[in-house]
């Protein structure tokens, strides 16, 4: 059964910096990505990387901002989030599938994780 778990998240002042992490369980996965909804608005991508780490993609929101990174020896995904902005606050989530590209084509998905930016 794959399961995807995310942690990390909480409470950061506008400017600060968290790192998201995913777990995966069940399987391995060529993508790997994040997507986050923020209250009262349709879920969005974030950023997604390839098995190897070589390939990634970035919302234009998250590039110079945000990293996205992973380590297939331990099967986990990260996101590292830098000058976080009161406008990233959102539920964060971790999806995991064969295909890599920023729609929602992921086949798992985890429960997210709550990131809340103060101003």
């Known amino acids: 059964q794959v399961q995807l778990v995310e942690s990390g998240g909480g409470l950061v002042q506008a400017g600060g910096s968290l790192r998201l992490s995913c777990a995966a369980s069940?399987?391995?996965?060529?993508?790997m990505g994040w997507f986050r909804q923020a209250p009262g608005k349709e879920r969005e991508f974030v950023a997604a990387?390839?098995?190897?780490?070589?390939?990634?993609y970035y919302a234009d929101s998250a590039k110079g901002r945000f990293t996205i990174s992973r380590d297939n020896a331990k099967n986990m995904v990260y996101l590292r989030m830098n000058s976080l902005k009161p406008e990233d606050t959102a539920v964060y989530y971790c999806?995991?599938?064969?295909?890599?590209?920023?729609?929602?084509?992921?086949?798992?998905w985890g429960q997210g994780t709550q990131v809340t930016v103060s101003s």
């Open positions: 999806a995991a599938g064969s295909v890599l590209g920023s729609r929602e084509i992921y086949d798992y």
């Open positions: 990387i390839g098995w190897s780490g070589g390939i990634t």
């Open positions: 069940g399987g391995t996965f060529y993508a």
